[in-house]
């Protein structure tokens, strides 16, 4: 029922007109820290540079929760291990462009050989040689990421192993 025109009503309850909202402009990245699809060529590459990922720290949680399955060799450091898998497959989802995902970590986990059950001495003493303070030096871990080329990240982490670099 509609309220008559001589009971006052609280500038709170009248109704207002509608205003229509305009329709958004298309979006284009402009701020500094975003890669166009056509200047991704353009960016600076080259050694110890690296490779922008969106959302690469999920990488960081996934391996965590994958390497704490896993069984380490004597002398090997949980916290190693976890930035050398984040870091691996971090470098694979940005090779694809595209944020890291748990196969990333699996492909991670099977390049540095930690899902086999008879891994060759030479391999587990390359392996700890490689991944051994990789969550302390920052070179370290650029160098490790640097051996890895193209071809070995577009590989399926069935055909992934340390041969491969």
Do not use: C, N
Request: hydrophobic share 45%.
């Amino acid at each position: 029922m509609t309220q008559p025109d001589y009971v006052p009503v609280a500038s709170g309850s009248q109704l207002r007109e509608v205003e229509p909202l305009a329709i958004p402009e298309s979006w284009t990245p402009t701020r500094p820290s975003e890669l166009a699809p056509l200047k991704v060529s353009a960016v600076e590459q080259g050694k110890m540079l690296g490779t922008p990922s969106p959302d690469s720290g999920f990488a960081l949680k996934l391996a965590r929760i994958r390497v704490h399955k896993l069984e380490l060799a004597e002398g090997e450091h949980l916290e190693d291990v976890e930035r050398a898998v984040s870091a691996i497959a971090i470098k694979r989802a940005s090779f694809f462009s595209r944020a890291p995902v748990i196969y990333d970590v699996d492909f991670a986990v099977a390049l540095l050989g930690y899902g086999e059950v008879d891994i060759p001495p030479e391999v587990l003493e390359h392996r700890k040689a490689v991944v051994s303070g990789v969550s302390h030096d920052y070179f370290k871990m650029r160098h490790l990421l640097e051996a890895i080329g193209p071809e070995t990240l577009a590989a399926t982490s069935v055909e992934a192993d340390l041969s491969l670099w």
